[in-house]
């Protein structure tokens, strides 16, 4: 059949409450136009992200009644650190309650003043715990990864001879290499199975654990399968496990690619650097056997990885971003191509070419899109990456707005309605104006920041 359908049956529903327009723009205005601080009963189409968002299955909920709350040895426990290790072969599974904490253990151990990490491209979350450690981040990501038009099969893939490069000037300030699957922040684009085992070996070469962030690693393997020669006839389950077979280690959001409401965990090989990040755990998160997490979710998260790498699945997830990237772009709105794993990304900078990146165009076509749609999306550009550690601000490299599709939560008739939403925003689109930014925290100001509007044509 041509038809793709959803690989699953309703059988529990959420209302959405439908607002106006006129509704709308007092919302905007009453959260500052920040759309994280809208409340969701008030978003129509909610594609801020696709963290924690899935609707989980009615195995993981069985699962849930299963779980056991034992303070330390709960068996939720080890039917988490079973279900892991079965994808990803890690000697040490140390569970967190989310991909963040994971993040904070690892680069309080890592990181420091004049430590230096190499990545494809460091998302926000990451880039912060770097920085806030006092080490700096940097992203080699192929130039290919930074042309949004650019059809390059494997654009998060990590620029080998940049990467042999930086290894070599900075030494001993490197403590590890990183790589996220897929990359995020450029687009959800996926990383190719030999790029993998290139940074790998580069990393082993130069004495560096090779650390992966492996969020969206059914998504990164499902793209692998389909466009990598030689991996065709491969399951998705052997793809993953060679993906991390050469790894150190991972820090992992199980709120994504293990379809739970919230956990994660940190793996590691080194058993000196485990019993370090255990030790951290306890003092920050709980016990090693729970981390922060209920054995409940254990147990989901558990059930989730068996689910993920479904690939008739995989097949509908990946099929529902390519309907809408291909609506769009028949409309004539620039995205980022091949459509990204888990949401398609809109080239704000480039439909918005009357914007200057530092008046925010993507954060304009978010608002916007709220505005006209109720839908809520999260602006992946200049607003979030612009602002340097010193306190200066240069445009990103991109200025993108990212709708990110919770899984197995919306059908195709909320995807036609995004596209009409796009529908509306053109006719207007030559009017919008920029934002200023009016008030910011010192880091990650995207989640807090407080935005004015501004009159058409200025600069910021």
Same mark, same amino acid.
């Given at each position: 059949?041509?038809?793709?359908?959803?690989?699953?049956?309703?059988?529990?529903?959420?209302?959405?409450?439908?607002?106006?327009?006129?509704?709308?723009?007092?919302?905007?205005?009453?959260?500052?136009?920040?759309?994280?601080?809208?409340?969701?009963?008030?978003?129509?189409?909610?594609?801020?992200?696709?963290?924690?968002?899935?609707?989980?299955?009615?195995?993981?909920?069985?699962?849930?009644?299963?779980?056991?709350?034992?303070?330390?040895?709960?068996?939720?426990?080890?039917?988490?650190?079973?279900?892991?290790?079965?994808?990803?072969?890690?000697?040490?599974?140390?569970?967190?309650?989310?991909?963040?904490?994971?993040?904070?253990?690892?680069?309080?151990?890592?990181?420091?003043?004049?430590?230096?990490?190499?990545?494809?491209?460091?998302?926000?979350?990451?880039?912060?715990?770097?920085?806030?450690?006092?080490?700096?981040?940097?992203?080699?990501?192929?130039?290919?990864?930074?042309?949004?038009?650019?059809?390059?099969?494997?654009?998060?893939?990590?620029?080998?001879?940049?990467?042999?490069?930086?290894?070599?000037? $900075?030494?001993?300030?490197?403590?590890?290499?990183?790589?996220?699957?897929?990359?995020?922040?450029?687009?959800?684009?996926?990383?190719?199975?030999?790029?993998?085992?290139?940074?790998?070996?580069?990393?082993?070469?130069?004495?560096?654990?090779?650390?992966?962030?492996?969020?969206?690693?059914?998504?990164?393997?499902?793209?692998?399968?389909?466009?990598?020669? /030689?991996?065709?006839?491969?399951?998705?389950?052997?793809?993953?496990?060679?993906?991390?077979?050469?790894?150190?280690?991972?820090?992992?959001?199980?709120?994504?690619?293990?379809?739970?409401?919230?956990?994660?965990?940190?793996?590691?090989?080194?058993?000196?650097?485990?019993?370090?990040? %255990?030790?951290?755990?306890?003092?920050?998160?709980?016990?090693?056997?729970?981390?922060?997490?209920? /054995?409940?979710?254990?147990?989901?998260?558990?059930? /989730?990885?068996?689910?993920?790498?479904?690939?008739?699945?995989?097949?509908? %997830?990946?099929?529902?971003?390519?309907?809408?990237?291909?609506?769009?772009?028949?409309?004539?709105?620039?995205?980022?191509?091949?459509?990204?794993?888990?949401?398609?990304?809109?080239?704000?900078?480039?439909?918005?070419?009357?914007?200057?990146?530092?008046?925010?165009?993507? $954060?304009?076509?978010?608002?916007?899109?709220?505005?006209?749609?109720?839908?809520?999306?999260?602006?992946?550009?200049?607003?979030?990456?612009?602002?340097?550690?010193?306190?200066?601000?240069?445009?990103?490299?991109?200025?993108?707005?990212?709708?990110?599709?919770?899984?197995?939560?919306?059908?195709?008739?909320?995807?036609?309605?995004?596209?009409?939403?796009?529908?509306?925003?053109?006719?207007?689109?030559?009017?919008?104006?920029?934002?200023?930014?009016?008030?910011?925290?010192?880091?990650?100001? $995207?989640?807090?920041?407080?935005?004015?509007?501004?009159?058409?044509?200025?600069?910021?």
């Amino acid at each position: 059949m041509k038809t793709i359908i959803e690989p699953f049956r309703i059988k529990s529903v959420e209302p959405i409450r439908m607002t106006t327009r006129a509704e709308r723009q007092r919302l905007l205005k009453a959260a500052d136009y920040n759309l994280f601080s809208l409340a969701s009963d008030d978003v129509l189409i909610d594609l801020l992200t696709d963290s924690g968002t899935s609707a989980m299955s009615a195995r993981q909920w069985g699962a849930v009644m299963q779980g056991d709350e034992s303070y330390a040895g709960s068996p939720s426990f080890t039917r988490f650190e079973k279900a892991v290790r079965n994808l990803m072969p890690f000697r040490f599974i140390i569970p967190t309650h989310q991909g963040r904490a994971a993040e904070a253990i690892l680069f309080h151990l890592l990181g420091g003043k004049g430590r230096v990490i190499p990545s494809n491209t460091h998302f926000d979350t990451t880039r912060g715990n770097i920085e806030g450690s006092g080490a700096e981040a940097h992203d080699l990501v192929i130039e290919e990864g930074k042309d949004p038009a650019n059809l390059h099969p494997f654009k998060g893939n990590m620029d080998l001879e940049r990467l042999a490069s930086f290894l070599a000037e $900075h030494g001993d300030a490197v403590p590890c290499v990183m790589l996220t699957v897929t990359n995020n922040a450029g687009g959800g684009q996926p990383v190719s199975l030999e790029n993998i085992r290139a940074v790998a070996a580069l990393a082993k070469r130069f004495g560096k654990p090779f650390i992966i962030d492996g969020c969206r690693f059914a998504e990164n393997a499902w793209f692998i399968k389909k466009r990598e020669k /030689g991996q065709e006839g491969r399951s998705i389950v052997e793809i993953v496990r060679d993906m991390f077979r050469d790894a150190d280690g991972m820090t992992m959001s199980a709120k994504k690619d293990a379809f739970a409401n919230i956990g994660g965990w940190l793996a590691l090989n080194d058993p000196d650097l485990a019993e370090k990040a %255990r030790t951290r755990l306890i003092q920050t998160e709980g016990f090693p056997t729970y981390g922060g997490l209920a /054995g409940r979710d254990l147990d989901a998260i558990a059930v /989730g990885l068996e689910e993920i790498v479904d690939e008739d699945y995989l097949a509908y %997830r990946i099929r529902t971003n390519e309907y809408i990237g291909e609506r769009l772009i028949a409309l004539g709105v620039p995205i980022v191509q091949p459509t990204g794993g888990h949401a398609v990304f809109i080239d704000a900078r480039r439909w918005l070419a009357h914007v200057p990146p530092l008046a925010y165009p993507g $954060h304009a076509l978010a608002v916007a899109l709220y505005e006209h749609g109720g839908i809520r999306s999260c602006e992946i550009g200049t607003v979030m990456f612009g602002r340097h550690p010193d306190g200066s601000e240069s445009p990103a490299p991109m200025d993108l707005v990212r709708l990110a599709m919770p899984r197995r939560v919306y059908t195709q008739s909320h995807a036609d309605y995004i596209v009409e939403t796009f529908e509306e925003v053109a006719r207007e689109k030559d009017s919008l104006a920029g934002f200023r930014i009016a008030w910011e925290p010192p880091m990650m100001r $995207h989640f807090t920041a407080k935005f004015a509007p501004l009159s058409r044509g200025a600069k910021g």
